[in-house]
Each structure stands twice: as structure tokens, then as C-alpha cells.
């Protein structure tokens, strides 16, 4: 991660979800977690991930399909499922189901998710609509379960690996997302 992005982690921050995006058009990513202690940085975990169908973007707009790339605080949770022991605040809620009319592979997209705090309130519930950017910026970014390919905007991951995220990210650790593809990360 270049210097750029790295000066933008919070201090007090000693949690950080890292998403590795291939390429700036690709859906395909790594996501690791890394914990801070005694001022040094130790990778806990690591997982295949997809991040948006058309890949990355600085400027994220509402529809465009890309990621957005930066530094992103995480501090709220919530899903179809009851909560699997998560530390940050969680909405468990029928209302994170996924339209009928979205393809069968994504019924369990929203069974857990963790918010990305891009264009949106921190302290609500992943489903507030609340767009302070303006809805043409975009919102409702998440870390959520995987169905195999690109998303709209959010990160996926396995099921397993929403679960160590939801049970490992403490809000008194403060802990971030750094997400954007490689070649982004590296400026």
C-alpha cells in the first residue's frame, strides 16, 4: 500500500480490512485482515473476494458497477441472519433480503454485512438510505456473502470469512477498509 493511502488510516485505527482488487476493471479480489499491535502490523487472515462487476473507481457514481477506492471507517452491521456474535452494532432484519426478481445465486448476498462508510450516516443500521454526498455519489456499500461473481459496488466474501469479520472487528479497535485495485493501492 503506497503512502498516500496508508497516511489516510487513522492512528487510532488497529484494525484494517485490506481489499486487493487485480486489475481496475476487474471483479476479482483478495481481502486480509490486519491487526495492529505495539506499532507493528501482523496479517491475521486472507480470503478470495469480488469486488464491482466493471472494477474500481475513485469516483464512484450510483450504478456504475465499480468499487469505490479508499479509506473507509466500518461501524455498523446487520443481515437476514441473526447475529453470529458480532461486535459492531447489528440490525438483524427480514428487510436485507435481496428483491425476488435478482437472479436465485444472490438470495444469500445480505445474510450478513458489514457497512463501508462511504456517502453514508455511521452509528445507523446498513440499511439507512441517508446519501449525505447526494444519492448521484452512491451508497449501501458493503462487505457481504459471495454468490461467485462481480457485484454492484460492495466486496464479497465466504460465509466463513463474514463471520470471523463480524466476530473479529471491534469498534474500540477502530477498524477500516483500504479497498481499491493494486495499482490504485500502490499510489
Known sequence: ?????????????????????????????????????????????????????????????????????????????????????????????????????????????FDYVIAVDYNRVKGTSPLDPTRPRGKSKGGSIWLHRDHGSGTSGCVSVSKAAMEKLLRTLDPKRHPVVVMGDKAALKG
Not at 3 to 19: C, E, F, H, N
Open 1 to 109: 500500500m503506497g503512502d498516500r493511502l496508508q497516511g489516510k488510516i487513522p492512528d487510532r485505527s488497529t484494525q484494517v480490512v485490506a481489499v486487493y482488487g487485480e486489475g481496475k476493471d476487474s471483479p476479482d479480489s483478495t481481502v486480509r485482515l490486519y491487526t495492529k499491535r505495539e506499532d507493528r502490523w501482523s496479517r491475521q487472515a486472507s480470503w478470495p473476494a469480488h469486488n464491482g462487476k466493471k472494477g474500481w473507481t475513485p469516483n464512484h457514481r450510483e450504478g456504475d458497477k465499480r468499487s469505490p477506492v479508499g479509506v473507509f471507517t466500518l461501524s455498523d452491521a446487520g443481515g437476514v441472519l441473526a447475529d453470529p456474535g458480532a461486535r459492531l452494532p447489528y440490525t438483524h432484519s427480514a428487510a436485507f433480503t435481496p428483491p425476488s426478481y435478482w437472479p436465485k445465486k444472490t438470495r444469500h448476498d
